[in-house]
């Protein structure tokens, strides 16, 4: 099976940083497209920024400039580099990847991690 387990969120100030990793585990093939997910209380779930397997990245317009998202193929792992944190930043962060398992290679399935909670607060 695959597991994926999202790290580094916290507590931090406005205008802070923070750096969230999402490392993939288990009977993996290749991780393909890699995804930051958000929700805040009350609210659905908003993308937050994605990559593509050569590094094509996108972002919500919210984040654009502020968050930067990367990844490290030897590694199965995505970041989530968070810089000028806002109030309206504070979440419950998810990491989601597209996988190719060892023994079902031809079939991309989506993965979910369990979530990070980031908190900005003075």
């Known amino acids: 099976q695959v597991q994926l387990v999202e790290s580094g969120g916290g507590l931090v100030q406005p205008g802070g940083s923070l750096r969230l990793s999402c490392v993939g585990t288990?009977?993996?093939?290749?991780?393909?497209?890699m995804a930051w997910y958000r929700q805040a209380p009350g609210n659905g779930l908003e993308l937050v920024a994605g990559?593509?397997?050569?590094?094509?990245?996108d972002y919500a317009d919210s984040v654009q400039g502020r968050f930067a998202i990367s990844r490290d193929n030897a590694k199965n792992t995505a970041y989530l580099e968070m810089n000028s944190l806002k109030f309206e930043d504070t979440a419950v962060y998810y990491c989601?990847?597209?996988?190719?398992?060892?023994?079902?290679?031809?079939?991309?399935?989506?993965?979910w991690g369990q979530g990070t909670q980031v908190t900005v607060s003075s």
């Open positions: 989601k990847a597209g996988v190719r398992q060892v023994d079902d290679m031809y079939r991309v399935r989506d993965f």
């Open positions: 288990g009977n993996i093939f290749t991780m393909e497209a």
């Open positions: 990559i593509t397997t050569r590094g094509v990245t």
